[in-house]
């Protein structure tokens, strides 16, 4: 059974960085490398955002809120999605999620990122 694991998220002040990582435990290479995988936010009292995405042909699009600071990329041997984030604000305090765009999954946990000095 395929599964979610997030993980990275930390306390971070302002302007500083952070690298998340994003686990599809269960899946294959030759699947996993065919998924369109997104990273998602959910800040407290808001609904849950994609933010940034990757297809299966390593095309890369991003929410305007984070474009220029956030950069997804993939490992398909490892069934791995990252995200690297810098120039942090408090703006970005969220728990991040990442998911299959097309063909979502069961969410994962989630990791918390919060950007607080």
């Known amino acids: 059974q395929k599964r979610l694991v997030e993980s990275g998220g930390g306390l971070v002040g302002p302007g500083g960085s952070l690298r998340l990582s994003c686990w599809v435990s269960?899946?294959?290479?030759?699947?996993?490398?065919?998924?369109?995988m997104g990273w998602y936010r959910q800040a407290p009292g808001k609904q849950r955002e994609l933010i940034a995405s990757?297809?299966?042909?390593?095309?890369?699009t991003y929410a305007d809120a984070v474009k220029d600071r956030f950069t997804i990329s993939r490992d398909n041997s490892r069934k791995m999605v990252y995200l690297k984030m810098n120039s942090l604000k408090p703006e970005d305090t969220a728990v991040y999620y990442c998911?299959?765009?097309?063909?979502?999954?069961?969410w994962g946990q989630g990791t918390q990122v919060t950007v607080s000095s």
């Open positions: 269960g899946s294959i290479f030759s699947v996993f490398s065919g998924y369109d």
């Open positions: 998911n299959n765009i097309e063909q979502p999954l069961a």
């Open positions: 990757i297809s299966s042909g390593r095309t890369t």
